[in-house]
């Protein structure tokens, strides 16, 4: 002599929803006898929410005709942990966690990714690598806690920086990668001297001190039907000819 609305668990979809008398996947079940799976939240006799996964099938007569329906409930909610669980494993391994900027992982997606936007549409584009220079100085004479603080001090300067379009990771070490939506030189070389020149004005302050930052870059432009892999060779190239040639310095080339 209980309508649903009345009963004991007053179950919500995810959002919130109540289902009753309009998504409650027993109705459909008794009005058209397809079986029916959803996850809803049903309420605690303590009053907060468990999510429970719901299977519906119909119950009928000998002649086929529906008479109920059997409602059966799985408490998911070590399912629900495990699966935002792994949500934030993968979450962290697109994110340096130092830095807080893509990680190499996300960085070679992000790259594969613009080859293949390349191949489709033709929209080249620009890679630079950046490496910290004389970074091993810093760890030998302050220690790895400083070294940190400069590879946190080169990360946020180049994510603030950079334009919203263009892409920056961590590339390992004290290497960064940037790929610049940006498919010409004199675009790629404004856009590495502007990161360059930002991370010369930054510092990280020690006790007594004060830590200045360089950077050596090297950049390319993307070619049509080349791998990945050819072209961070030749921007790792141009990137050993600005130490080569002093460090603290572009090298730019097609």
């Known amino acids: 002599g ?5 009963g004991p668990l007053q179950h919500v979809d995810m959002d919130g929803r109540r289902l009753c008398q ?5 109705t459909h079940v008794l009005a058209d006898g397809q079986p029916r799976q959803a996850d809803i939240l049903l309420r605690h006799r303590d009053g907060h929410r468990v999510p429970v996964r719901v299977s519906v099938r119909p119950v009928r007569a000998a002649d086929g005709r529906i008479t109920g329906a059997v409602e059966t409930f799985t408490d998911i909610t070590p399912l629900l942990a495990v699966e935002r669980r792994a949500a934030e494993l993968q979450h962290l391994a ?5 830095t807080g900027l893509g990680s190499r992982q996300y960085g070679e997606r992000q790259l594969e990714s613009a080859l293949s936007e390349l191949d489709r549409y033709g929209r080249r584009f620009g890679l630079l690598l950046l490496d910290i220079d004389h970074f091993k100085n810093v760890n030998d004479t302050w220690g790895h806690a400083t070294g940190d603080a400069v590879l946190r001090v080169v990360g946020r300067t180049l994510s603030g920086a950079a334009r ?3 892409f920056v990771a961590r590339w390992g070490g004290e290497e960064f990668l940037v790929l610049v939506r940006e498919g010409t030189i004199p675009g790629l070389e404004s856009a590495a001297e502007r990161l360059r020149r930002m991370v010369a004005a930054a510092s990280v302050s020690v006790p007594g001190a004060e830590i200045g930052v360089t950077l050596s870059i090297g950049g390319t432009i993307s ?3 080349e791998s990945a892999a050819e072209l961070l060779a030749r921007a790792d190239a141009l990137l050993y000819r600005s130490k080569e040639l002093g460090r603290d310095r572009v090298t730019v080339a097609p």
Not at 2 to 6: F, V
Request: with cysteine.
């Open 2 to 6: 209980h309508t649903c609305p009345l």
């Open 22 to 26: 309009t998504a409650c996947p027993l």
């Open 94 to 98: 697109f994110i340096d966690p130092l």
């Open 164 to 166: 919203t379009e263009d």
């Open 223 to 225: 070619r049509p039907d």
